[in-house]
C-alpha cells in the first residue's frame, strides 16, 4: 500500500511569491492535514481538510491556504512568501475524523524563501 | 492553553542502554496520546498512541510509554536502545475537540553512542 506522497521534495521561492505544495493521501484515506516544522518553532497544525471541506486552521494568516480534491489530494498554497515561511511542510491523512484517527505523514516538502 | 513539553532537546545513550524520554502535557480534557518518530529527511512515523484503557502501551520496535493521569505524563522507554534508534521524537497531543488537530512538543533528539 502506497503511503502519503508528496511533490516536490524541495522548493525554492524568493520572497513575494507565491509556492504550491501537493500531497496524495493514503488510498481510501478523506481527512488530510499540513503541518508546517519550521526550525526553533516545532511541527505546528496549519489546516485540516475533510470531504473537501476545511475543517480546522491553526494560528497562520490567511496567505496561508489550499485546498482538497474530489479525489482527497490537497494543495498548501503560501502567498506572498516570508523569509520565515521557510520550513518543511509535512502532510498527513487519516481513515476518518477526530483525534484518535491515526495520522500517516509523508515525508514533507521543504520550503526554502530566499 | 493546550500544551506538550519535552523537557530534554538532546539525550544520548549507550547502545544497549536502557531509555526514557519525557513528556508531559497540558490539557483540560481527557486527551489522546501519541509518540512519532523522525528519521532525518523523513516523515513521522508512529510509535504507538493512548486513548483510554491499559495506561501502559506497547508499540513498534520496541518501545512502550505510560500514561500517569496524576503526572500529566507520557513518557517513552525502551530497554535496550539499538544504533538504528538514532532520531528525533515527538510527542503529541490531539482530543476530541480539537479538530484532528495534533499539538507537538518540540522534539528530543536521541543519538546513540557505539
Known amino acids: 500500500e502506497a503511503g502519503v506522497t508528496q511533490s516536490p521534495t524541495h522548493l525554492i521561492k524568493t520572497r513575494g511569491q507565491q509556492a504550491t505544495l501537493r500531497c496524495s493521501p493514503i488510498s481510501g484515506h478523506t481527512s488530510v492535514y499540513w503541518y508546517q516544522q519550521a526550525l526553533g518553532l516545532g511541527l505546528q497544525f496549519l489546516l485540516w481538510y475533510d470531504e473537501g471541506e476545511e475543517r480546522n486552521r491553526g494560528n497562520f494568516p490567511p496567505r496561508f491556504s489550499g485546498r482538497q480534491f474530489p479525489n482527497y489530494s490537497s494543495e498548501l498554497n503560501v502567498n506572498a512568501l516570508e523569509l520565515e515561511d521557510s520550513a518543511l511542510y509535512l502532510c498527513?491523512?487519516?481513515?476518518?475524523?477526530?483525534?484518535?484517527?491515526?495520522?500517516?505523514f509523508g515525508p514533507g516538502t521543504r520550503l526554502t524563501v530566499l | 492553553a493546550q500544551s506538550v513539553t519535552q523537557p530534554d532537546i538532546h539525550i544520548t545513550v549507550s547502545e544497549g542502554a536502557s531509555l526514557e524520554l519525557r513528556c508531559n502535557y497540558s490539557y483540560g480534557a481527557t486527551p489522546y496520546l501519541f509518540w512519532y518518530v523522525q528519521s532525518p529527511g523523513q516523515g513521522l512515523q508512529l510509535l504507538l498512541k493512548y486513548f483510554s484503557g491499559d495506561t501502559l502501551v506497547q508499540g513498534i520496535k520496541g518501545f512502550e510509554a505510560e500514561f500517569k493521569r496524576s503526572q500529566s505524563s507520557f513518557n517513552l522507554r525502551k530497554p535496550s536502545v539499538h544504533w538504528s534508534d538514532a532520531a528525533e521524537y515527538f510527542c503529541a497531543v490531539g482530543a476530541y475537540n480539537q479538530g484532528g488537530k495534533l499539538i507537538f512538543g518540540q522534539g528530543t533528539e536521541l543519538s546513540v553512542k557505539p
Open positions: 498527513a491523512s487519516s481513515l476518518g475524523t477526530g483525534a484518535y484517527n491515526e495520522q500517516f
